[in-house]
C-alpha cells in the first residue's frame, strides 16, 4: 500500500535533487522526469545517476580534445548533446514538444506527480493542474509554490479536482511545507495561537548556479520588486541586484504562503503569521538559523512559545526534498482513500 | 468528514484533561465516559463542566455545615456523593459494573475510544483491546502508554484488529506521542538519523494530586524500580522515594516506547534512540527544557542536529492532550480509509 510510482514535472534544481533523495527510500521510485524539451519514461523505475549526470550540465570530466569523436554512448555522449538540452540527453528519454501531455499520457502507472517548476507567472501552475483535469488524472499532484495568491487559484478549482480524482498538495517544500508542518505540529500544546514567526536563512554560494529560479523568486519579495518585475530582469540585472546588497538579501512580512496555509488546516489566522528570512550567495554557511516560533495559550492558561530549528549545516536544498517526498507520500495516501481536493502541508499533520 | 465523537476509559488526570480541551474544538464531541463504576453516555455530546466538576474531587465551593441537607441536585450534590464515586456521580452518569462492556455497548457511536488508563499491569491495555475485538469493534483504539514492551503486545493483536477493523493508536501522549511526532519531522532534512534524544522536564507541584499515577509510573523507571514494585508502593512509601530525591526524580535511559515507536516508523534504530528527564512535584516551573535533538546525515553529506523545544510554561498536561486529540482525529481519519492493525504517532506523521 505504501508503495509509490512518482513523476517529476522539471529537471530544475528541484526536481533534480528529488529524483536523488528519492533513491534513499526503497518505497518511492520515479517512473517518469521531463523538462520542456525531454521526456524520460521507465516503469520499473528511471536511471537516476543517468539521469542526474545527464541533466547535471556541469558534468565532471576532462574536456575532449578538438576533432575527438566519442562513441560509447556513456556520459560522454551526454556531454556531447550538451547542457541546454536538459532530459533529452538521457539515454532513457526521447525528445518531446508535448512534455505535459506525455506525462499524462503514463498517468496510469503513476501516483503523484511532483511539479518541480517555480518562478513562473502566477497562474502556470494552476493551468497546469487544468491540463490534468482535462485528462481525467486521478492521482496526486504536488507544488513547492511559495506565494500565496496561488492557493487562492488552485482552491477555485476544488470542485473539477474533486471530479477529477485530483489530490492537490500545494506548498510541500521547505517554507512552506516543511515549516508550516513544524508549526502545526508545535500549535499542539496550546488551545489558541497568538503568532506564528517563520525565519529563515539559505547560504547558497556553491548551490547558486542550480538555484537561479529559487534566488529569482526570492527577489520578487523585495521592496522595490514583484513577480513580474523580477521575472523581466536579465541574468545580468539580477547579479546587479545582488551586488548592490554584497550578496545578502534580507526579507520580511514576504507574501508567503505559509500563512494560509497555517489559516487553511484550522492553526491560526493567516494574519498572525509572519515570514522572513535572509539570503546569502556569496556563503554556504547560513546567515541565520531558520527558526520556527509559535505563541500560543494552553488550556490551563500559561502563554509559552514552542520553537523548531533547522541546524545550520542543513542545506536549502535537503530541507526541500526530504519534505516535498514526505508530504508526497502522504498526498498518495489521502488519494488512495477518495480524498480530493486541495491540501497544504500543515493539513497533513495530526492536529487536534 | 472530520466530525469525530469519541469516549474516554478513565477519568483521572488525562481523561478528564482530555474532556477539556476537547471542548476547543467543535469537530471533538464526547460522548461516552467512564471509570470503574460509572458510565455517562449523550450520543449528542456530554456535558463536560458537569462531568469535569463530578470527577474532580477537589471541588471549589464552600464546606457545608454538619446536618445542612442539600437538595438542588447541583454541584452540591456531586459534593455530597464523594469524590471516591468518581463518574458515577455525574447526573449524565449510571453507575455500572461493567464499563468496558457498556463502552462498547454505545460503539456504533463512537469513532475513537481513548483509553486513559495508566499504571496498570502491562497486558492491561492489550487485554483491554481484545475486549474491544471480541465485541467487533470498528473504529480506533488510541492509548497514552509509555512502556516499549506494551507495543510488541499490541502488534501480536494486529490480524485480530485488522479484521475487526480496529486502528490501534499507541502512544499517543506528550511522549513517546508528541515528542516521537516532532523526531519524525525534524527527520525530514535528513537521508539518515544517527541519534535521537529526548529530554523532558516536568513540574508537576499543583497537579500532583491529580497525576500520582504518572508519577507512579515514572518511578517504575528509577534504577531500584519497575513497574512491579512501583505498583505495588503505598501512597506513602511513594512520598518517602519523592523525599528522599528532594522532589526532583532524574531519569536516564529510560524505557519510554519512544524508541520502538520510532523504528516502527522507520525513522531510525530503536538503538538510536535515548529517553529521559527530570521530574520535579515540588515546583510547577519545569526542572529542565523540553527538547527534542535529532542528529542526521543529510544528502549531500552534512551531519547536523536539528531542534523543536517547548517552552517551559507548557504544562505536561498541555502537552498530552493536545497531542492525543490530534493523533486520535489522524487515527479516525486512517480507520475510515480502511487502514487497520497497530500504528504509533510517528507513523501517523508526513514522512519519505
Known sequence: ????????????????????????????????????????????????DELLTATEGNIASEPQSEGETRTDGGAAAVKQTGRDEGVATSRQAEPTETPIDDVIAESEHVDAVLIALPNFEHDFIPRVADRFVEADYEGVLIDVLKRSRVIDMLNERTDSFEESGITFICGAGATPGFLTGAAALAAQSFIEIEEVEIWWGVGLKSGYEDNRGTVREDIAHLPDYDIKTARELSDEEIEEVIQKHDGVLEFHDMEHADDVLLERADICDAEDVTVGGILDVCSDEKPTTTTVRVTGRTFDGETGTNTFQLDDVTSMEANVNGPALGYLKSGVRRNRAGEYGVFGPAELMPGF
Chains 1, 2 share one sequence.
Not at 7 to 33: D, F, M, N, W, Y
Open 1 to 48: 500500500m505504501d508503495d509509490v510510482n512518482f513523476a517529476v514535472l522539471g529537471t530544475g534544481g528541484i526536481g533534480r535533487r528529488t529524483l536523488e533523495v528519492s533513491q534513499h527510500k526503497e518505497s518511492l521510485t520515479p517512473v517518469v522526469a521531463c523538462d520542456r524539451h525531454g521526456v524520460a519514461v521507465d516503469h520499473e523505475g528511471l536511471d537516476v
